[in-house]
Every structure is written in structure tokens, then in C-alpha cells.
């Protein structure tokens, strides 16, 4: 059994390649983990109106820890539609 649990979620764009990197530098230290694959981005906004979908929250709180890569958000004419009235502006 790996010492440590790591919720892996790559997010999306430049996110994958930066976790790819990462897994490289992981696997020639002979990092003893076990990687659980996490849904986490603008995909999952998409497909699911969830950027962090409760699957990934358990996972998170089933892990040691987490690598996150970066996500891409909305078009600035999309996300402005959905600010909060406060906010518009800033």
C-alpha cells in the first residue's frame, strides 16, 4: 500500500501539462503515492454546472493531500453576466 493518497486533478488547458511535469518529477523520485484521478474545471462546468463536483470534494477529504494544475474559467463577457451586482465594475 503507497504511504500517501494524492487527489490528482489536472483541471484543464495548460493544467494537463503542468501535472504531466509534475508526474514525471514524482515517478523519478520514486514518490510513494497512490494518485486518485479528480474532476475539477471548466469541463465539469460545462457538462455539469459544478466546477468542483461533490465526487471530487469526498475525494479530497479521502486523500493526504492534492495537486492541482489550473482551470480555465469563463469568457470575461459570460462571467460578468453572472457577478454579483456589488462587484461590476471593480
Known amino acids: 500500500m503507497a504511504k ?3 487527489a490528482w486533478m489536472p483541471g484543464d488547458g495548460v493544467g494537463n501539462d503542468v501535472m504531466e511535469a509534475a508526474r514525471i518529477v ?3 523520485m ?3 503515492a497512490e494518485y486518485v484521478s479528480c474532476d475539477i474545471g ?3 462546468w460545462c457538462t ?4 468542483l463536483p461533490d465526487r ?4 479530497l477529504k479521502d486523500t493526504t493531500c492534492a495537486l492541482f ?3 480555465t474559467s469563463k469568457p470575461q463577457d459570460k462571467a460578468k ?3 454579483s451586482p456589488e462587484l461590476k465594475g471593480k
Open 69 to 71: 494544475g489550473a482551470i
Open 56 to 59: 471530487t470534494v469526498k475525494a
Open 48 to 51: 455539469e454546472g459544478n466546477a
Open 4 to 6: 500517501y493518497r494524492i
Open 26 to 28: 514524482l515517478d523519478r
Open 42 to 44: 471548466w469541463q465539469f
Open 30 to 32: 520514486k514518490f510513494d
Open 81 to 83: 453576466e453572472e457577478l
